[in-house]
C-alpha cells in the first residue's frame, strides 16, 4: 500500500467523490477512517493502477480483505463479490424502503453485501441520521 502514491490516492477518492465505494458512505460524515483498497488483491496480483484501485472506508476494505468471492447467503452458493469498475451498482443493490439497510439483488450483491457486513449496525444506524437531513443516500 506504501508504494501508492500521494497523486494517485487523490484521484481515486476524488474520482469516488469521497464516498466508500461499497456502501456510498461520505467520508465527511464517516466517523471510520478511509483507505485505499485493491479490487483484486495485490496477493492475487492485483495491480496499483487506478483501475484496481478504490476508495472505501476501513471497516469494508477490513472485511473484504482478500477475497473475491463469497456466499450468496439465499443460494449458498459462491458468487464473485461485487467489482467496482466492471459491475454497475444498481444491477446489484438498492436501498430498502426505509434507505437504511442495502438490499442485494444479485448473487454478487447479497455476497457482498454479507462479506463486508454493508448492513452492519453502526452503519445502520449512520444511515439512519443522515436521511432527515438529506444526506444519505449521497445521490
Ligand atoms: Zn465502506
Not at 60 to 73: M, R
Not at 102 to 122: C, F, K, Q
Request: proline share 6%.
Amino acid at each position: 500500500m506504501g508504494k501508492i502514491s500521494k497523486k494517485i490516492r487523490q484521484l481515486v477518492a476524488d474520482r469516488a467523490e469521497h464516498c466508500c465505494e461499497y456502501w456510498l458512505s461520505q467520508a465527511k460524515f464517516s466517523p471510520d477512517y478511509f483507505s485505499i483498497e485493491h479490487i483484486i488483491p495485490s496477493i492475487k496480483q492485483g495491480v496499483d493502477h487506478p483501475d484496481n484501485l478504490a476508495y472505501s472506508c476501513l471497516s469494508c476494505n477490513n472485511h473484504k480483505f482478500t477475497a473475491t468471492f463469497a456466499l450468496d447467503p439465499l443460494t449458498g452458493l459462491a458468487a464473485p463479490l461485487y467489482h467496482l469498475r466492471q459491475d454497475n451498482w444498481n444491477v446489484h443493490f438498492r436501498w430498502s424502503d426505509d434507505l437504511a439497510e442495502l438490499v442485494g439483488i444479485s448473487p454478487s450483491g447479497r455476497a457482498t453485501i454479507e462479506r463486508l457486513h454493508l448492513n452492519r449496525e453502526n452503519v445502520v444506524n449512520l444511515r439512519r441520521l443522515l436521511i432527515p437531513i438529506g444526506k444519505h443516500p449521497p445521490y
